[in-house]
């Protein structure tokens, strides 16, 4: 699909769902903090681990340009939703931008163990997206790039079996070309959001930890469960995931990614509308839990 023919960009209703989730986030992180009960501050963390996902999911059409009609006012947005994330909304662009063009190749088959293949290293990879643990790579490598970006270009092991088993091959190699004064400069305004929302709402420490390790776990469980043992096919491998309709919402149809994959220049408002009934739809529930029994051999090959 081309871009002139996809639906209109849905501008004022992404930008106040922004602002509201950015503000129902902060309140999570208040209460999180100083919430007598800890039963109260559990609740936030949990509620946080929802609505900063709506946060991420503008930052995801901020990065496909659908966010704002503007270039301006969709790259700026953008920046402020990485910022909750937190990280630079510069290298979540080329990062995604790259898992677009590798999805389900031999340097994005993270659910398949192929011959050769490092198997601690595998497994290791794969719980770690499971855990939410993934979730910490992604702040602290922009903190990283910022301060030392030739330490990440070290990491990427170019030509080798280990970067390409990882992906850190094709995801690291954008960095040769990155925009390094932006990316800094984003990273610095990263810092300042959340020293900001600290010192604002007299943060603890723990309050924000609850949060974002809640926020980790939920964003981190999805971000594989819609590709997990898909079509080996660059616009074909993904799901549309079966989730509870109020889940959905939340997410902003995220769960709907064979049709993103397959058209990413239609705003989330729209995806339903290219959701394939014809083509299996799992549920999330179904392939989550199934991903916890490990990577499974490469079809065709032998344990």
């Known amino acids: ?21 950015m503000g129902a986030g902060a309140l999570c992180l208040w209460t999180a903090s100083h919430a007598e009960g800890l039963w109260v501050r559990l609740a936030a963390a949990g509620v946080f ?45 080329a990062f995604h931008l790259t898992h677009h063009r590798y999805n389900r190749t031999a340097r994005e ?42 330490l990440l270009r070290r990491l990427r092991g170019p030509g080798t079996r280990y970067g390409e088993q ?3 091959d094709a995801y690291l190699g954008r960095l040769e070309d990155a ?7 984003e990273v610095l305004g990263m810092v300042a959001v959340q020293a900001g929302l600290a010192a604002a709402l007299d943060l603890t420490l723990v309050g924000w930890a609850l949060c974002y390790a809640a926020f980790a776990v939920n964003w981190s469980s999805l971000q594989y469960a819609d590709h997990a043992w898909s079509p080996l096919d660059v616009r074909e491998g993904a ?12 997410f902003l149809n995220y769960h709907y990614h064979r049709a993103h994959h397959r058209h ?40």
Do not use: C
Request: net charge positive; charged share 15%; aromatic share 14%.
């Open 1 to 21: 699909m081309r871009a002139d023919d996809a639906p209109p960009i849905p501008a004022t209703l992404n930008t106040a769902l922004l602002v509201a989730a």
């Open 49 to 93: 681990s929802y609505v900063n996902n709506t946060v991420f999911s503008l930052l995801h059409e901020a990065t496909h340009g659908v966010l704002h009609p503007s270039r301006r006012l969709n790259d700026g947005l953008g920046r402020l939703a990485a910022a909750f994330f937190p990280t630079s909304f510069t290298l979540q662009r």
């Open 109 to 150: 088959q993270f659910d398949y163990l192929h011959p050769g293949d490092h198997r601690v290293l595998k497994y290791a990879q794969w719980y770690v997206i499971l855990t939410g643990v993934y979730w910490l790579f992604v702040p602290l490598g922009a903190l990283v790039f910022a301060l030392a970006p030739g």
């Open 166 to 168: 990882t992906g850190a």
């Open 179 to 185: 925009p390094g004064t932006a990316i800094r400069l």
């Open 239 to 250: 799901w549309d995931l079966k989730v509870a309709a109020p889940v959905r919402w939340v």
């Open 264 to 303: 990413p220049q239609v705003p989330w408002l729209y995806l339903g509308r290219y959701v394939d009934e014809g083509v299996p739809r799992p549920s999330f529930l179904r392939v989550w839990l199934s991903m916890w029994r490990g990577p499974r051999p490469f079809p065709g090959q032998t344990k």
